[in-house]
């Protein structure tokens, strides 16, 4: 793969309470061990995915623990980016989020899509 055709961005706005949220963290995980480089953005109720201890509460069978496959997603350099309105109106700050989250707005996402990233939408 070419560099302007090995990343994929993954766009999330389910939170704790949908089972797309484990299926979306299983795609990008899929995604890094094709070799692509995942980033994912957290908008609307997604965020609380990334609050310390929401994602703990999420296990869709036969897939892994929700919180298992963040940190997954995390250790193996996956990048994770939560939305600042989106933070900001559940009354979050950072330091309610699993360490590694960045707080950024869409420019970051728009950077990776038009530097030519696969985009996905859950």
């Not at 559940?90 to 950077?111: C, F, N, P, T």
Request: include cysteine.
């Amino acid at each position: 793969m070419g560099t302007d055709t090995d990343k994929l961005v993954v766009l999330m706005t389910n939170g704790i309470a949908s089972e797309l949220s484990s299926i979306a963290f299983t795609i990008a995980n899929g995604g890094i061990t094709a070799g692509l480089k995942v980033s994912i953005f957290l908008t609307s109720n997604a965020v609380d995915l990334v609050r310390k201890g929401g994602q703990a509460v999420t296990h869709v069978a036969p897939l892994d623990p929700l919180a298992a496959l963040i940190a997954d997603f995390q250790k193996r350099g996956g990048v994770i980016w939560a939305c600042p309105p989106c933070v900001k109106s559940r009354g979050y700050e950072q330091k309610d989020l699993l360490d590694g989250v960045i707080i950024a707005g869409a420019s970051v996402m728009h950077a990776e899509i038009k530097a030519g990233a696969a985009t996905l939408s859950f």
